[in-house]
C-alpha cells in the first residue's frame, strides 16, 4: 500500500498582497493500486495563475484508467502521463480562448508549470515541465534528483506548460524508490539548494531537510495517523522553514508502506557546512589560476 499526504499554502508575499495562492496540487489512488500525483505553480506575471494551476492539475483526476495493466508497464505509465499533459494544456488553451475577449490571445494569462508522477511503489514514470521538481528515496536509502529545474534563457525565467509538448519532459527511472516528494519551486529550491549544486556526497539534495519529510521512520507516518501527519507537517511549513520562502508552498508525498530503506552512516544525513561550501566555491568562482 502506498501512502500519501499533501498540501499547498499561500506564501508570506501573497497573504500580504491578497493574491490567492497561485500552486495547486492532486493525488489519485488508481484503481490498479498506482498513485498518479501532480503539482502545478502558476506564473506570478499572468493573471489567471490561480486558476492555470488547478486547471493543469484537475487534468489528472479526470484521466482514463481502464486500460492500465496491473504490472507496471513503463511505455503505458508515461502514455498516461502525456495524455494528462495534453488533457491539461488543452483545457487552459480552451479558456484562455473563451475569455480573450478583443485581445488577440490571452493565454501568457494563464502560464503555469506542471509535474506529475506516476508510482507504483517501486517504479517511477514522470512528467515534467518547469521549475518544480521530484526527489526520490531509493529501496537502496539513497536519495536521488529525479527532475531539473528548466529555466528559460532570460534570467530567473520558467518554461511554462504552455510553452507545448516540445518542452515537456516524459520518462522512467531505472532505480526502485520507496518514496517520492514533489515539490513546488519555493520549497524545491530550499531542497536543492543552489550552494549543493554538483555535490557528489549529496548529489545536490539538502538531505537532513528532505528526510524528515519523506523517510517513513523519520516521519513515522502509518495508515492510521496519515491526517495527522499532513497536518503536522503543513503546520511547519506555514510557520517556515525560513524566512527567505515567501512564495506558495506546495508538497506532495508518496510513501511505501511495507518498505523501510536501510540507514546509512550519519554522516550521510549530516548538516552541510554551509560556511566551507560558501568559501569552497567563492576560490573556485574567483580563483585567479
Known amino acids: 500500500m502506498i501512502l500519501s499526504y499533501g498540501f499547498s499554502i499561500t506564501g508570506l508575499s501573497h497573504r500580504l498582497s491578497g493574491t490567492p495562492c497561485q500552486d495547486a496540487h492532486c493525488i489519485r489512488q488508481l484503481n490498479n493500486g498506482w498513485i498518479i500525483a501532480a503539482v502545478a505553480d502558476g506564473l506570478g506575471s499572468s493573471t489567471h495563475a490561480d486558476e492555470a494551476a488547478e486547471m493543469a492539475v484537475s487534468a489528472f483526476n479526470n484521466l482514463d484508467e481502464s486500460k ?3 504490472k507496471w508497464d513503463q511505455e503505458v505509465a508515461c502514455f498516461l ?5 495534453q488533457q491539461a494544456f488543452s483545457t487552459i488553451k480552451s479558456v484562455a480562448e473563451a475569455n480573450k475577449g478583443d485581445e488577440e490571445s490571452c493565454e501568457s494569462d494563464y502560464n503555469t508549470t506542471l509535474t506529475a508522477v506516476l508510482f507504483d511503489g517501486k517504479n517511477v514514470a514522470y512528467g515534467h515541465c518547469g521549475d518544480s521538481g521530484i526527489i526520490g528515496l531509493t529501496t537502496g536509502g539513497e536519495y536521488r534528483l529525479i527532475t531539473q529545474a528548466q529555466k528559460g534563457e532570460e534570467f530567473n525565467s520558467v518554461i511554462p506548460l504552455s510553452f507545448g509538448s516540445d518542452y515537456w519532459v516524459f520518462d522512467s527511472t531505472q532505480e526502485e524508490f520507496c518514496s517520492l516528494l514533489l515539490l513546488t519551486d519555493g520549497l524545491f529550491d530550499v531542497a536543492v539548494p ?8 549529496t548529489g545536490g539534495i539538502y538531505i537532513r531537510f528532505v528526510r524528515q ?3 517513513a521512520v523519520a516521519l513515522g507516518i502509518t ?5 495527522d501527519t499532513e497536518k503536522a507537517v503543513r503546520a511547519f511549513f506555514e510557520d517556515g522553514p525560513s524566512e527567505s520562502v515567501t512564495d506558495d508552498k506546495t508538497l506532495v508525498c ?3 508502506q511495507d518498505f523501510s530503506p536501510p540507514v546509512k552512516d550519519e554522516d ?6 554551509w560556511a566551507a561550501i560558501r568559501e569552497e566555491k567563492h576560490k573556485r568562482l574567483y580563483s585567479t589560476e
Open 68 to 70: 492500465l495493466p496491473v
Open 81 to 85: 502521463l502525456r495524455a494528462g499533459f
Open 194 to 201: 543552489s550552494l549543493l549544486y554538483g555535490d557528489e556526497k
Open 213 to 215: 519529510f519523506m523517510d
Open 223 to 227: 495508515e492510521e495517523n496519515v491526517a
Open 254 to 256: 508518496l510513501i511505501r
Open 268 to 273: 550521510y544525513y549530516a548538516e552541510p557546512d
